[in-house]
Nanobody
Framework: QVQLVESGGGLVQAGGSLRLSCAAS????????MGWFRQAPGLEREFVAS????????YYGDSVKGRFTISRDNAKNIVYLQMNSLKPEDTAIYYC???????????WGQGTQVTVSS
């Protein structure tokens, strides 16, 4: 049974930083793409960042490029999202998603709330 548990969310002032973590268990995560999405109230879920299993490739949504950094520790089965220069529009529930190349969004965590005050 694959489980993903996000942590690290909270309330931060604009311009501040947070680091989200997603701890995975129950699978061979070194072979999985790992990524982050977010969803703000009333809006559709938005892609934030993703990383290949090897870490060789990373991708970012346009709204977070240059501010957010995705990383992973395959030995610990954890994917991180370092968020800097946070803006009020970054307020959302952040979800991690993992899966094989054939279905990179196969598994989802429960989400962690990030609130950025102005």
């Amino acid at each position: 049974q694959v489980q993903l548990v996000e942590s690290g969310g909270g309330l931060v002032q604009a311009g501040g930083s947070l680091r989200l973590s997603c701890a995975a268990s129950g699978g061979t995560f070194s072979r999985y793409t790992m990524g982050w999405f977010r969803q703000a109230p009333g809006l559709e879920r938005e892609f934030v960042a993703s990383m290949w299993p090897s870490g060789a490739k990373t991708y970012y949504g346009d709204s977070v490029k240059g501010r957010f950094t995705i990383s992973r520790d395959n030995a610990k089965n954890i994917v991180y999202l370092q968020m800097n220069s946070l803006k009020p529009e970054d307020t959302a529930i952040y979800y991690c998603a993992v899966g094989p190349a054939s279905n990179p969004l196969k598994y989802w965590g429960q989400g962690t709330q990030v609130t950025v005050s102005s």
